[in-house]
C-alpha cells in the first residue's frame, strides 16, 4: 500500500466517512462498513480530498481529455481534483458536469463547464454494482465521446452479476481502466496491520469471503 492511501483510510476514519456497523448496500447487500463520502463536508476535506484523488489519477498515468463529474456526488468530486490537478501538479485539466434536470433556458441543455468530448475520465465515490456509471455512459456516449477511466475513492472489490467484480465488468463493457484511491484488499490490509478491533475485522473479512472476488 502506498503512503497517500494508507493517509486516506486514516482521513476517511477520522472524519467518519468510513465507517463499521451493519449497512444495507443499494444492492441490498449488508455491509459491515460503509464509505459515505458526503461526510467530506467542509472546505478543508473537499481540498484534501481532491489532492488524494489526483495523487491517484497522476499514479494510474492514464490518458484523458477532460474530467467528468456525474451529478450529485461526481461534481464536487471532479471539481476539487481539478484544482489539485493545477495546484499540486501543474496540469490544468478542462472538466465538466451534468445536471439531473435540463434547463431550456440561459445556455439550456444538461452539460456544465467544458465540452464533454475526447477521452473522458469520469470522477465518482463508490463503484458498487456499477448503476451510476452506465447512466452517465449513455450521456458520455451521446455526446459522441469516449470513456478513457473511471476514478473513484473506493474499490468495493465485489462481484456484480456474475465472478466479475462490478469494476471488472465496466472495464470489460466500456474498454476502459477503473482507477481507485483506495480498494477493499488495501483496507483489509490496513485493518490487519492497524490496531484494528478483531471483530471488525473478522466481520469485512466475512463479507470479503461472501461477496469478494
Ligand atoms: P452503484 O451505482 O451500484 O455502483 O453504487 C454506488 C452507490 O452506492 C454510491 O453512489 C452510493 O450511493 C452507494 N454506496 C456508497 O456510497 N458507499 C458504500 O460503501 C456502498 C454503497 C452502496 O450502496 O453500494
Do not use: W
Amino acid at each position: 500500500m502506498k503512503a497517500y492511501q494508507r493517509q486516506f483510510i486514516e482521513f476517511a476514519l477520522e472524519r467518519e466517512v468510513l465507517k463499521f456497523g451493519e449497512f444495507t448496500l443499494k444492492s441490498g447487500r449488508k455491509s459491515p462498513y460503509f464509505f459515505n463520502a458526503g461526510l467530506f463536508n467542509t472546505g478543508r476535506d473537499l481540498a484534501k480530498l481532491g489532492e488524494f484523488y489526483a495523487a491517484a489519477l497522476m499514479d494510474a498515468g492514464i490518458d484523458y481529455d477532460v474530467l467528468f463529474g456525474p451529478a450529485y456526488k461526481g461534481i464536487p468530486i471532479a471539481t476539487t481534483t481539478a484544482v489539485a490537478l493545477a495546484t499540486h501538479h501543474d496540469v490544468d485539466t478542462p472538466y465538466c458536469f451534468n445536471r439531473k434536470e435540463a434547463k431550456d433556458h440561459g445556455e439550456g441543455g444538461n452539460l456544465v463547464g467544458s465540452a464533454l468530448s475526447g477521452r473522458v475520465m469520469l470522477v465518482d465515490d463508490v463503484i458498487t454494482a456499477g448503476t451510476a456509471i452506465r447512466e452517465s455512459m449513455t450521456l458520455i456516449q451521446a455526446q459522441g465521446a469516449q470513456l478513457a477511466g473511471v476514478l473513484v475513492a473506493i474499490d468495493r472489490q465485489e462481484r456484480g452479476q456474475g465472478e466479475l467484480s462490478a469494476i471488472q465488468e465496466v472495464e470489460r463493457d466500456f474498454g476502459c481502466q477503473v482507477v481507485s484511491i483506495i480498494s477493499l484488499a488495501d483496507l483489509v490490509t490496513y485493518l490487519e496491520q492497524s490496531q484494528a478491533d478483531p471483530d471488525q475485522l473478522a466481520a469485512v473479512k466475512a463479507y470479503q469471503a461472501s461477496y469478494g472476488i
